[in-house]
């Protein structure tokens, strides 16, 4: 039934360390997302892919690498992790890459990161 | 600094209409969106609105805008306490790309 899941749903981790979070949707969605939310849930699109096609690099660090292995996938690496890297990591999707069928995304639950 | 501003808090009895504003820049925008963020969830899309309208209504919910202003706001009607959640305005910059808010936090008392 779940529309976009992601794994885990709570990670804390030492600095330094290289974790992934997993995301999956089965809506058929040809687009797939990432945000990021801070402390004050302020929330910031970091990557998208449409069709396994990387559209959207925000200003993020490079030791954040997506990858997406099909276009139901969408998976999240930090490398070196960092203790501002603590926040909580949003997948989504949508239909299209354009348009209104861009901007309906469809949000996972999210991923707790703490950084220690 | 945020391009997309929301007031970050209101309370609100139950029963009462609740109203969020919000203010954004991009006067290309095509869509403004309003989502909701339950605790511990991720964000639910709510309504929309097309930037040619200056109102939406949607069962309880009313979206109305005034673009010369670039100000729009999220009405809702007969508040109850499942509305307690994070509301976020977000226009659209293209590709998918969506500007949010802050978001505002309401509170339903009973």
């Known amino acids: 039934d779940t529309a976009v899941s992601q794994t885990p749903k709570y990670l804390v981790t030492q600095m330094g360390n290289d974790k992934s979070i997993k995301c999956e949707q089965n809506l058929g969605h040809d687009t797939m997302y990432w945000y990021k939310q801070d402390s004050k849930k302020f929330l910031k699109i970091m990557f998208s892919y449409n069709n396994k096609e990387l559209i959207i690099n925000e200003t993020v660090p490079n030791r954040f690498s997506p990858k997406s292995p099909d276009k139901a996938h969408l998976n999240l690496h930090i490398n070196s992790l960092e203790l501002g890297d603590s926040a909580v990591y949003f997948c989504?999707?949508?239909?299209?890459?354009?348009?209104?069928?861009?901007?309906?995304?469809?949000f996972g639950p999210g991923t707790r990161l703490t950084v220690l | 600094g945020e391009d997309v501003e929301q007031s970050l808090f209101l309370s609100v009895r139950e029963g009462d209409s609740s109203v969020i504003n919000c203010t954004y820049t991009d006067s290309s925008s095509t869509y403004l969106y309003w989502y909701k963020q339950e605790p511990g969830a991720g964000l639910q899309l709510l309504t929309y609105?097309?930037?040619?309208?200056d109102m939406k209504q949607d069962q309880r919910l009313t979206v109305l805008l005034n673009k010369k202003d670039k100000h729009l706001s999220l009405r809702i009607a007969d508040t109850q306490t499942g509305d307690s959640a994070i509301y976020f305005c977000?226009?659209?910059?293209?590709?998918?790309?969506?500007?949010f808010g802050a978001g505002t936090q309401v509170v339903v008392t009973p």
């Open positions: 609105i097309f930037s040619n309208m």
């Open positions: 977000a226009e659209s910059t293209g590709w998918g790309k969506l500007q």
């Open positions: 989504a999707s949508s239909r299209a890459s354009q348009g209104l069928g861009a901007n309906e995304q469809f």
